[in-house]
C-alpha cells in the first residue's frame, strides 16, 4: 500500500488539475469493465493528497469485498459475528494490498469548500486475470496442507493432522478475497474445507480411565498404573498428548503422557498429599501444534473444548497429626500463612507435641542488606530465608526438608518496617506455595 501511494504522490504533481469541477465528483462512475474509486480529504489536513488517494482506492476495495463477501468464505462458514467482522476488516485491507495496474482518472482541489478529490478506475478484466493467477498459487499450497491434514488424519495422528490445517489456514487467510477452489474439483472451496475440517477434527473423540475409582491412603506410597485410552470414532488414537491436574485435591502424579499404538497414554500416581476424603485427577487432551499458530482462524479452532474425564480418589480418613515447633520467627505472618497452608491441606494440627505423629521443626529468617540505588528512591535489600524440617515424632527420623535461601527482595527505604515485613512475607509465601507441597513427606501411619 505504501509503494502504491509512493507512486500516487509522484505521479500527481505532473498531471493536470481540473479547473472546473469534474463529473465523477457529483456521480460516481460506474461500468461493467472498470471499477471507479472516489476518495477525499480535507485541504487543512497534512499529506491531504496521500489520504484522499487511498481513500479513492479503499472506495475500489469496498466495490470488490461486496462480491467477495457474498462468494467466498466469509459467506461459506459459520463463524461468530466478532471473528466474521474482524475477518472482513482484515480481508479488505489485503484487498487493498493487491490492487495493480489502476490509473488516475483525475484530481481536484475545491478551494470554497477546502476538500481535495482524487478518482482512480481498475480494469476489471485485468483485475481478474490477477486474482484467478494468485488465486491458482494460493489454492495449491492450501490444497497440499490439506492433503497432508486428510492423510494424518486417517492414520489417527490428529495432532499432525491439526498442524496442518492450521498451517493450510494461516496460508490462505490472507487471500480470502480470492476463489480458492481447487482446480480439478471447482466445488472444493479450499478455505472453507480447511476450516470445517479443523473445528470436527476432535469430533466423535472419548477419553476412558481404568481405574475410574480407587480407594488410596493419603500420605502413604503408591505405585499405581492410570490408563487413559483415546479413541475417536472408536479407532485408537496414537501419539496424542494427555494432560492431568487434581480438580480437587493434591498428590503426585505423572503430569503429562503421549497414547501409544493402541491410543492408551499411561500415568503413574505415586502420592496424595491433601486431606480431602474425595478428589478427582482430571484428564484431558493437550491440544499442542507443532508450531505457532499465528492465524485468526487457526486459533478460533484452538480455543474448543475438548473431551475429558476423571479419575475419583476415595482417601481413606487418616488422622496424621502434626505439631509445630518455631525456632526463629522473624517473619511472624509468613510462619501464619505456612502453618495455616499445612494445617488445612496436609495435616492436622495439635498442640501438644506428645500427641503428633509428625514434629516440624521451621525457621523464618529476615536479613536486611545493603542499599540498592534507584533512579526515584533508593531499596534496601532484603533477604528472607525459611526453614521447615520434617521428624517421625515416634522414632526422630527426619522424613523430609524444605529449604528456601535467602529470597532477595528490594523494598522501598521509605517504607515502615511494616510495610517492609509485609512484602517480604508476600514474595516468600508465593515460592512457598509453590514448592512445598512437593516436599511433603510420604507418611505410614
Known amino acids: 500500500m505504501k509503494r502504491i501511494l509512493t507512486a500516487i504522490i509522484l505521479t500527481i504533481p505532473f498531471l493536470s488539475v481540473f479547473a472546473a469541477t469534474p463529473k465523477w465528483i457529483s456521480s460516481h462512475e460506474s461500468s461493467a469493465t472498470e471499477y471507479y474509486g472516489l476518495g477525499m480529504a480535507s485541504m487543512n489536513s497534512g499529506n491531504y493528497i496521500e489520504k484522499a488517494s487511498e481513500n479513492a482506492l479503499i472506495d475500489i476495495a469496498r466495490q470488490i469485498m461486496v462480491k467477495v ?41 475545491d478551494k470554497k469548500t477546502e476538500v481535495y478529490y482524487v478518482c482512480y478506475k481498475l480494469n476489471k478484466a485485468a483485475y481478474n486475470a490477477a486474482v484467478h493467477a494468485k488465486s491458482d498459487e494460493i489454492a495449491s499450497i492450501g490444497y497440499d496442507y490439506l492433503r497432508q491434514g486428510d492423510e494424518a488424519l486417517k492414520r489417527g495422528e490428529l495432532q499432525r493432522a491439526y498442524s496442518m490445517y492450521s498451517r493450510g489456514l494461516d496460508v490462505v487467510e490472507p487471500w480470502l478475497f480470492l476463489p480458492l477452489r481447487d482446480m480439478k474439483d471447482p466445488n472444493l472451496h479450499i478455505p472453507t474445507m480447511l476450516y470445517q475440517r479443523s473445528i470436527s477434527i476432535y469430533d466423535g473423540l472419548s477419553l476412558t480411565v481404568t481405574p475410574s475409582q480407587l480407594d488410596v491412603a493419603p500420605f502413604a506410597p503408591l505405585s499405581q498404573d492410570i490408563r487413559v485410552q483415546v479413541l475417536r470414532q472408536g479407532t485408537p488414537v496414537a501419539n496424542m498428548p494427555v494432560r492431568v491436574t487434581f480438580a480437587v485435591g493434591t498428590g503426585e502424579i505423572t503430569s503429562e503422557a503421549k497414547t501409544d499404538a493402541n491410543g492408551i497414554a499411561h500415568f503413574l500416581l505415586s502420592k496424595i498429599t491433601g486431606k480431602e476424603t474425595v478428589q478427582i485427577c482430571r484428564f484431558q487432551l493437550s491440544q499442542v501444534a507443532e508450531r505457532e499458530i499465528t492465524g485468526i482462524l487457526a486459533k478460533n479452532v484452538s480455543v474448543q473444548t475438548l473431551p475429558q474425564t476423571d479419575l475419583t480418589l476415595s482417601v481413606q480418613e487418616q488422622q496424621i497429626k502434626a505439631y509445630i515447633h518455631v525456632s526463629t520467627d522473624d517473619l511472624p505472618a509468613l510462619k501464619k500463612q505456612i502453618e495455616a497452608m499445612l494445617g488445612n491441606n496436609h495435616f492436622n494440627m495439635v498442640a501438644d507435641p506428645d500427641d503428633a505423629d509428625v514434629f516440624i521443626e521451621m525457621r523464618t ?81
Open 69 to 109: 463477501q457474498n462468494e467466498t468464505f466469509l459467506s461459506m462458514v459459520e463463524t461468530n459475528n466478532q471473528i466474521k467482522e474482524t475477518l472482513a476488516q482484515k480481508t479488505q485491507m489485503e484487498v487493498l494490498n493487491f490492487l495493480t495496474g489502476q490509473e488516475l482518472v483525475g484530481q481536484y482541489a
Open 365 to 445: 529468617v529476615l536479613e536486611i542488606g545493603g542499599t540498592v540505588k534507584g533512579e526515584i528512591y533508593d531499596l534496601n535489600e532484603c533477604l528472607v530465608s525459611v526453614q521447615i524440617n520434617f521428624y517421625d515424632y515416634h522414632t526422630n527420623q527426619q522424613l523430609s526438608s524444605y529449604h528456601l535461601s535467602q529470597l532477595r527482595v528490594l523494598c522501598n527505604q521509605q517504607n515502615t518496617m511494616e510495610q517492609t515485613l509485609v512484602q517480604c512475607t508476600r514474595e516468600a509465601m508465593k515460592r512457598v506455595k509453590r514448592e512445598l507441597p512437593r516436599k511433603i513427606p510420604i507418611i505410614k501411619k
